[in-house]
């Protein structure tokens, strides 16, 4: 009898990826994230974030740019009503951070029990108006205190993690049943390199494809996400807890315009290496993909790889796949780096492009990446953490309403190849807009937005826009099509 309890146990520990079925309710949701909605950024003994120390000791995005209000969301009487918005548009799932230095103020000390409760209200509240929480422990905002104790780059921040994820699951496992780990560690050390050029008063771009002077150091911070995220996947699953765990993961197809060389489609397909495929083999195939290995030795620098660390990451088995999508990228050799010197990529906007401001919209790409995890990849279950855009001049406020027409046919647009995509078998269980609301852009203020519902961020008032109003006719089920962004 003990022995078939064990098996029993073992069973049921041994959980199955994605345990619902197929059917279950596909989200419909948005997202967002807790320096960029949140402000309070001193409210109930919250601690620094490395945020707070870029844009508001160091003034990093400019002057008075600064995460002090954001679009004031900690405060329960702004949320209660944008909750109300959301529950309008018919959204189903809401992504949205916690923020790590409030819960835990230096990084690994003590819990902050006004913190904790703050997050279990709004999470009450926001099933209250019928919609499911997906929890992001990491979006960025890591504790002052840790980012000067080497951050990421210390292998000691796998543990750090671990330690701050058990925290949360403790204190979250009763109320949420959805997770995203960690948020884009690409695009995350993209801005922490253009941060840093800024401290240092030096000109740049904002590169997400890392320069072959950062590439050994981006991978070594990279694998110590991804094994800070498989330990804390392996806590939660020891301690019993229901749920699914997965990362936000930015991919970037790569593409090359007319006219390109052999260096440029060598650079494109090694930038296809360091942005999709090292997170992707790491996560469904246990390895690090070898081209980038052998790329990033060759320049020096310590990887910090030990022999069994990628299929440590592959045996965390997560639970579906986080996609981030915005933009395929074009890629190209830099100049005066020619084919056969190693790794060496830029990307770049071609002439005559339509593009926003994450970068050129192709619906096709966004249907061919998930084609392509479907098939080179397992068809794991897959939820979409991200997809939106933002354009210059198409968030005008005239008379009182937003037709933000490009942002609408963006939508559309994306929605549609992903219908397209599961069609074809792609396996995917929720859509999530980035974002709701109009908020912090990290280093680029309040400039670019990005909302479904506009920010008037002086006087906090929110005006739904019309890209609102045909999200809301897509999740009703409505045939909605270009034109009905032509108001
Ligand atoms: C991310 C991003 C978001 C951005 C969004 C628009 O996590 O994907 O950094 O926080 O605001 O992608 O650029």
């Not at 006004?114 to 997906?134: E, N, S, T, W």
């Not at 699953?237 to 991919?251: E, F, I, W």
């Not at 050129?360 to 990446?369: C, E, H, M, T």
């Not at 309403?401 to 647009?413: F, G, H, Q, S, T």
Request: net charge neutral.
């Amino acid at each position: 009898m003990r022995r078939l309890l064990a098996l029993g146990l073992m069973l049921a520990m041994a959980k199955p990826a994605f345990a619902e079925p197929k059917d279950e309710q596909f989200r419909w949701g948005a997202a967002s994230a807790a320096y960029q909605v949140e402000g309070a950024t001193t409210a109930d003994a919250k601690g620094p974030s490395i945020w707070d120390h870029y844009l508001d000791d160091l003034s990093l995005a400019g002057p008075g740019m600064s995460g002090a209000v954001a679009i004031n969301f900690y405060d329960r009487t702004q949320y209660l009503k944008d909750i109300a918005l959301m529950k309008r548009m018919g959204l189903t799932s809401y992504r949205f951070s916690v923020s790590w230095a409030r819960i835990i103020p230096d990084g690994v000390g003590p819990v902050n029990p006004a913190a904790v409760a703050h997050y279990r209200q709004f999470i009450v509240d926001l099933k209250a108006a019928g919609i499911q929480p997906m929890l992001t422990l990491y979006h960025w905002d890591m504790p002052l205190s840790l980012a000067r104790a080497g951050g990421w780059d210390n292998r000691a921040s796998v543990d750090w993690f671990r330690h701050y994820a058990e925290v949360v699951f403790a204190n979250f496992h009763d109320q949420v049943d959805l997770y995203v780990l960690v948020n884009e560690p690409l695009v995350e050390r993209a801005m922490k390199i253009l941060a840093q050029k800024r401290i240092a008063g030096t000109k740049a771009e904002f590169a997400i494809v890392p320069p072959a002077s950062d590439l050994p150091g981006a991978l070594r911070t990279f694998n110590h996400l991804l094994l800070a995220s498989a330990a804390a996947k392996k806590s939660f699953d020891a301690k019993g807890y229901t749920g699914r765990l997965g990362l936000a993961v930015p991919l970037f197809p790569t593409l090359t315009a007319p006219g390109a060389t052999a260096g440029d489609r060598e650079a494109a397909t090694l930038a296809d290496g360091v942005m999709n495929r090292w997170f992707l083999d790491a996560m469904y195939k246990g390895r690090y993909p070898a081209d980038v290995l052998q790329a990033a030795r060759a320049l020096g620098g310590d990887l910090d790889i030990r022999p069994d660390d990628a299929a440590t990451i592959g045996a965390a088995h997560f639970d579906y796949l986080g996609i981030n999508f915005y933009s395929p990228l074009f890629i190209r050799r830099p100049a005066g780096t020619g084919a056969g010197t190693g790794y060496a990529a830029e990307m770049f906007v071609p002439k005559g492009t339509y593009a926003a401001y994450n970068g050129a919209v192709r619906p096709d790409q966004f249907k061919a990446l998930l084609d392509r995890i479907r098939v080179d990849y397992g068809n794991p279950p897959v939820i979409i953490t991200e997809n939106g855009a933002g354009f210059p001049g198409d968030d005008e406020m005239v008379d009182g309403a937003v037709n933000d027409r490009k942002r609408c046919r963006y939508l559309v647009d994306h929605i549609g190849a992903m219908k397209s995509a599961m069609k074809d078998g792609a396996d995917v269980r929720g859509y999530h807009v980035w974002s709701s609301h109009d908020n912090l852009e990290w280093l680029f203020g309040y400039g670019s937005r990005f909302g479904m519902i506009h920010v008037d961020f002086d006087t906090q008032k929110r005006t739904p826009k019309l890209s609102a109003r045909i999200y809301a006719d897509i999740i009703a089920g409505k045939a909605v099509t270009d034109s009905d962004c032509d108001a």
